[in-house]
């Protein structure tokens, strides 16, 4: 049975309408990692692949989410230096592809990995797919695989750790954070545009870059879009901390800032209950603000802790009154928003190195690490660990877990598999 999520579509400011089943952008339906699902599998893999329905191999690895939409999956993948960046749609019933769509991109993008050209995950709204390849540009197509539209004017940006905003759909709009850049000279720009033409609505010019998604969210009866940008291009002064920034998502204008992010900026924004929270990666800061205010609002932080991480690369989830995040080195916490205390600050750490994103439902928090292992976690202060599901060797991902319609999407490098509770 479909659930109705009418409350996290208005959150998230779109227009079609989300059932439970639909798993549409990175994140989920409202880009914070939530899903309405439940009876989910607790356990799979293993020697006899238990609760696995398929999998099926993928030609060139990536480091993207998949996103499903209906009978639709679609995922991105890139060649080897990343001449080649394409969109894949596969059937959900077994995973045969639908339609491939390539983009060619001849000239040489900097990149921490050879492999690293199709980072951001795809986003759609029942009509149409869009996806952004970095310097390649962002592309538009229907169901079909039919173009739609192009933007490969958008210039470069690029960063010796590659790029990873996916864009984020806001009623008539897809809005594409194009960044980062390492270099102070170059562009880091937030640009919505309109989704049925490709045609630019606004944009706006920022010193601070990150791989960071924005998300959209609901402060007060106003939409407003959240970013977070750090001090990690060259050019740009040491003692200079980066910036958790509000925008009106109808316009682009900046709404209010509050400093203090102060190293590279990978995970996404989260924000419950009028509180916006901010996380840096390696070895950097992380903060809460109370929102309501507007300008510079730094002094309405509610917390700062200036280096509480040796490194954060997926992003946390809140559920109820709590903030759940894992550190890159499988390092738990759980921290409460308004006082910024760790409640999981002596559990012992998971084993393993994740990039992935803690994803939310029924209870549990589902956490895929590098070497494909998933722990999944009770969402509750007290830390339990529930299940530890394992791949065979060699199936690594820096990707994250997506659910849909009683499933969970696993995409390794080499294959994206299918997981679902067997009828007994």
Known sequence: MKRSLSALVLMAGTCATITAADWPAWRGPTGQGHSDEKNLPLKWGGKDDANVKWKVALKDPCNSTPVIWGDNIFLTMATKGGGTRSLLCLARADGKLKWQKDVTYTEKERN?????????????????????????????????????????DLGKWEH????????????????????????????????????????????TEE?????????IVKVGDKDQLVLGQSRDVKGQPENKTGFLKGYDPKTGSELWKVQGLDSYQYTSPLVTNGVAVGMSGYGGSALAVKLGGAGDITKDRLWLHPKPAGQRVGSGVIVGEHIYMVDEGGVVHCYEPKTGNDLW????????????????????????????????????????????????????????VAISNGQIFVRTFKHLWCIEEKKK
């Not at 990873?164 to 562009?187: E, H, L």
């Not at 010193?207 to 998300?215: I, R």
């Not at 895929?368 to 299940?387: C, D, H, I, S, W």
């Open 112 to 152: 921490w990995a050879d492999t690293w050209y199709a980072n951001a995950s795809p986003t759609t709204d029942r009509e149409r797919v869009i996806v952004c390849f970095g310097s390649a540009g962002v592309y538009c197509y229907d169901f079909s695989g039919k173009e739609l539209w192009k933007r490969a």
């Open 160 to 203: 010796a750790f590659g790029n990873g905003a996916s864009p984020v759909m806001y009623g008539d709009f897809v809005i594409q954070w194009c960044g980062v850049n390492d270099n102070a000279k170059d562009r880091n720009t937030l640009i919505a545009m309109n989704k049925k033409t490709g045609k630019t609505e606004w944009q």
């Open 345 to 400: 600050k002596d559990e012992p750490k998971l084993n393993g190195i994740s990039w992935g994103s803690l994803v939310h439902a029924d209870g549990r928090l589902y956490l895929l690490m590098r070497n494909g292992t998933t722990f999944v976690l009770a969402a509750k202060p007290k830390f339990e660990l529930l299940a530890t599901n394992t791949l065979p060797a060699g199936e690594n991902t820096n990707s994250s």
């Open 207 to 215: 010193t601070f870059g990150s791989w960071s998604t924005p998300v």
